[in-house]
Nanobody, 128 residues
Framework: QVQLVESGGGLVQAGVSLRLSCAVS????????MGWFRQAPGKEREFVAA?????????DYGDSVKGRFTISRDRAKNTLYLQMNRLKPEDKDVYYC????????????????????WGQGTQVTVSS
């Protein structure tokens, strides 16, 4: 079992930065992938970013956040981060961190059904 707890969401103005954190506890391995997704009411969950838990740290991003968001992880602290820069009103969503078990070090899954564990989410609201 893996437990995930997100934090760092809030209400910010467009153009500023925000950093989300996800505390990971339970059993994880270097073959796992950590990801961030976001979801608005009535919409499908959207892939934001993912990174492998291994030292190789393969990563990928959704098209709407490339160049603005950066995913990172601190394995010593068992924490996943999402640095969000130049926020836009359309970034407003509930952000979830998730774990995909056993995808290896060199590729990251981008579909939500490929993820096995999820946090409860943290709300990000961006005012214009």
């Amino acid at each position: 079992q893996v437990q995930l707890v997100e934090s760092g969401g809030g209400l910010v103005q467009a153009g500023v930065s925000l950093r989300l954190s996800c505390a990971v506890s339970g059993r994880t391995s270097s073959s796992d992938t950590m990801g961030w997704f976001r979801q608005a009411p009535g919409k499908e969950r959207e892939f934001v970013a993912a990174i492998s838990w291994s030292a190789f740290s393969a990563s990928d991003y959704g098209d709407s956040v490339k160049g603005r968001f950066t995913i990172s992880r601190d394995r010593a602290k068992n924490t996943l981060y999402l640095q969000m820069n130049r926020l836009k009103p359309e970034d407003k969503d509930v952000y979830y961190c998730a774990v995909a078990v056993g995808y290896g070090s060199y590729r990251v899954p981008k579909d939500s059904p490929q993820y096995d564990y999820w946090g409860q989410g943290t709300q990000v609201t961006v005012s214009s």
